[in-house]
């Protein structure tokens, strides 16, 4: 009896990879971003934050007007729950705050079925950022699951993706502190896992990081998913079959809980 | 997480992120209930009481055979 209920429990479990049920089921988690005025908003900053409400409508955002007595300037500030990422003074910084080329490239590799987009934020340190990348190439030469993984490169200084950069970096509070290159595992909506970094790109944390989004999705992840929504524009619905499911199939040794 | 978010005195220290080390060290993964051996006694049982029951029926076969001897004589 006890076996029979056992074998009852075990196939309902869920046997989803974790990659696919968080682009499936779990929503971007929301940023905040707050207008901190004093006194009256004059018309134009009006005409100004309508404007930007209307441009980053369609993001994991919400944006808002607050009343703050003791400033002098107006200002804006992005929160991740209640985590300041970044502070603007002027709303022209605040162009391409919800999309940019390479995000739009990564959301559509992960529409396409894709198991991860890997992310390298390299420092400028050609030696270092060599060197890691070698290690992701090898390591993924040598994984089954190769095809269905698509690295990245982006400049810790690019100013197209600056806004992008930026919220990488606050994945963790000391990551700006850090002068290393690191590597994000992308997936879900935009999700990007806590980096590997520096001597911490290792073939064996990829591979460890690689099993992480290929297994199965058990209730211990769900109920405690890491890393950090990457604030981006896009529509979710509709991907495309997660390819890796296609793999395991293929070759079920791969297979693992 | 609260073991990655504040800055350390070296990256030596740092540690690593915790999916990964929940993943290295099979904690994501939901663990099979620990089944105990108990001590089995039913074999044990079952011939005591087969035992018991090839006993009674011989005795009391042979009380109503012996029975019968004896209104058979008298």
Not at chain 1, 68 to 93: C, M, S, T, V
Not at chain 1, 96 to 119: D, N
Not at chain 1, 180 to 207: D, S, W
Not at chain 1, 241 to 250: F, G, R, S
């Amino acid at each position: 009896m006890r076996i029979l209920i056992l074998a009852a429990i075990l196939s309902l479990a869920c046997t989803t990879k974790v990659s696919e049920w968080v682009l499936l089921n779990a929503p971007a988690n929301q940023y905040t971003l707050i207008y901190f005025y004093n006194g009256q908003i004059n018309e134009t900053a009006r005409n100004q934050n309508a404007s930007i409400g209307r441009e980053i409508k369609p993001a994991n955002i919400e944006f808002r007007s607050v009343e703050k007595k003791d400033i002098g300037q107006p200002f804006y500030a992005l929160y991740y729950g209640n985590r300041l990422f970044r502070r603007y003074n002027d709303p022209k910084d605040l162009i391409g705050l919800t999309v940019s080329p390479l995000r739009k490239k990564i959301a559509s590799e992960i529409m396409t079925g894709k198991l991860c987009v890997l992310t390298y934020l390299t420092t400028g340190n050609k030696e270092k950022d060599e060197k890691g990348m070698q290690i992701i190439q090898k390591a993924l030469g040598d994984s089954p699951f190769k095809n269905i993984i698509t690295v990245v490169e982006l400049s810790r200084s690019s100013v197209e993706e600056s806004h992008f950069v930026s919220l990488l970096l606050n994945v963790e509070d000391d990551l700006k502190t850090i002068p290393e290159p690191m590597l994000f595992g992308v997936f879900g909506r935009f999700k990007a896992l806590e980096p590997l970094l520096g001597k911490g790109i290792t073939e064996e944390n990829i591979r460890l990081m690689i099993d992480f989004l290929t297994a199965d999705c058990s209730c211990l992840i769900k109920d405690n998913l890491p890393g950090t929504d990457i604030l981006f524009t896009n529509s979710w619905d509709n991907p495309t079959i997660a390819l890796v499911n296609k793999i395991l199939d293929e070759n079920p040794s791969l297979l693992h809980h | 997480m609260d073991q990655d978010s504040s800055a350390y005195d070296s990256l030596a220290v740092r540690p690593l992120p915790k999916w990964l080390t929940d993943q290295r060290d099979g904690l994501t993964k939901i663990q099979p209930a620990t089944i105990e051996m108990k001590e089995d006694r039913s074999l044990a049982i079952s011939f005591i009481f087969t035992g018991a029951i090839i006993i009674l029926a011989i005795a009391l076969l042979t009380v109503i055979i012996l029975r019968k001897k004896k209104k058979n004589s008298t």
